[in-house]
């Protein structure tokens, strides 16, 4: 049997090779970290239900992966993106997760990740003509 590549949109072959591969991971984590797994989806919105941001990522094993943070041009300043970040470390720490880790572009929020007391543990140069940081904040 040949086996063919194809690139399309497909929710259902997607599902199978993120979670076969979330089955194969399982085999080689503790027994006490299997199933440890969650999203979290915290947006900001107005009394109407108008979103103006919000943090995306998902608690993974004993860790909080931050895959996008967002806060509208108009409200930043306003520390809504401390906000979000800080529900965030605290929906980790409560799942009893040890670190969380997150990235950022040169152009993006670095300096605010910093305050934040995340540290910087890799760096990618010339990705799009920006440096690419991998930062993380341990929480024990």
């Known amino acids: 049997m040949e086996l063919q590549i194809h690139n399309e949109l ?5 599902s199978y090779v993120v979670n076969k591969m979330i089955e194969y991971n399982l085999k080689h984590f503790p027994d006490e970290l299997r199933g440890r797994y969650q999203v979290v989806n915290l947006h900001l919105k107005d009394v109407d239900g108008n979103i103006y941001g919000g943090l995306v ?6 860790w909080l992966e ?19 970040l800080s529900e965030a470390e605290k929906i980790a720490k409560e799942k009893k997760c040890d670190f969380i880790k ?32 991998y930062l993380k904040k341990e929480l024990n």
């Open 57 to 62: 990522g998902e608690l993974c094993w004993n």
């Open 66 to 84: 931050v895959q996008y943070l967002f806060v509208e041009d108009a409200y930043r300043k306003f520390g809504y993106g401390k906000k979000l």
């Open 102 to 133: 997150l990235d950022t572009l040169s152009f993006q929020a670095l300096d605010f990740y910093l305050k934040q007391g995340f540290e910087v543990f890799g760096t990618i140069h010339n990705a799009g003509s920006h440096t690419h940081y």
């Open 10 to 14: 497909n929710n259902i072959d997607k």
